[in-house]
């Protein structure tokens, strides 16, 4: 027996959390009658599992891809608003995939995808502190003040930033280029953080996740994982070497800020 929204993961409809929202909509059904709640469990070998009037199955073949995404997108599988998802940028790959957490409409890059369910919830959960790198540029004052603060934590939403790296590495039309590497995924946190300190960001591109670097795949292309890739993945959450220990090395010891 397996949770229903893991069911519907591993059957490529949702990540998790997104089942979770697919279920407290009315559009998914058990043995034909509709669930709406959580912690329903099915029997993944004898109940009928339905969504949107289709049965669905769980996939065999896992296929892991990263897409470089471009704004204009949003990082959904649908839109009520009819606007362009990362969905249409992967409709040749062969099996039904989704993307592994958001990346924001007017954000570029990095984007993984894949139809694991397991895979996608340990790369998500904040417990792994799973690191991501990106590149910013921005306008305002970004002196030695203003990187201390980004680096030790600002205030967002109410709540302090865990700790940060923060690095100047060029300058360009728009103001200066940053490198900021976070593990935390608040919404829309990298600007938010910029508009704490007073800049303002211009652009903004995820260049890495996870460990894997976006290279040179082409702007609103994709490509296939590798074998090494995938299995570097797989450690998250594991135990093994991962996103989580190296963190360790960028962020210090203790990644929680103590003023959290």
């Not at 995808?113 to 996608?120: A, E, K, P, Q, V």
């Not at 919404?187 to 960001?201: I, L, W, Y």
């Not at 795949?217 to 074998?227: A, C, D, F, I, M």
Request: hydrophobic share 35%; proline share 2%.
């Amino acid at each position: 027996m397996v949770r229903l929204q893991k069911f519907l993961a591993d059957c490529g409809i949702a990540s998790r959390r997104g089942a979770e929202t697919l279920i407290k909509a009315g559009r998914v059904k058990v043995n034909g009658e509709t669930v709406r709640e959580m912690g329903v469990k099915v029997d993944e070998y004898s109940d009928i599992v339905e969504f949107d009037g289709k049965q669905v199955k769980p996939q065999t073949k896992m296929v892991y891809i990263m897409l470089n995404k471009p704004v204009g997108y949003v990082t959904t599988v649908s839109d009520d608003k009819d606007r362009d998802t990362v969905m249409d940028l992967v409709a040749d790959v062969p099996v039904r995939i989704y993307p592994v957490g958001r990346l924001d409409y007017d954000t570029e890059g990095l984007l993984l995808m894949t139809n694991d369910g397991d895979l996608t919830y340990r790369i998500t959960h904040p417990k792994n502190n799973v690191q991501k790198t990106y590149e910013a540029e921005v306008t305002g004052n970004i002196g030695m003040d203003t990187l201390t603060q980004l680096r030790q934590g600002v205030m967002v939403d109410g709540v302090r930033t865990s700790r940060a790296k923060v690095e100047v590495i060029g300058a360009t039309r728009l103001g200066t280029k940053v490198k900021i590497t976070i593990h935390e995924g608040r919404n829309r946190q990298v600007r938010k953080m910029f508009e704490a300190v007073g800049c303002s960001v211009k652009r903004l591109k995820r260049t890495e996740e996870a460990g894997l670097k976006l290279g040179h795949t082409p702007l609103g292309r994709w490509r296939k994982l590798t074998e090494s890739e995938v299995n570097m993945l797989k450690k998250i959450g594991t135990g093994k070497k991962s996103s989580a220990e190296m963190s360790k090395q960028v962020f210090g010891k203790n990644t929680k800020n103590k003023h959290r």
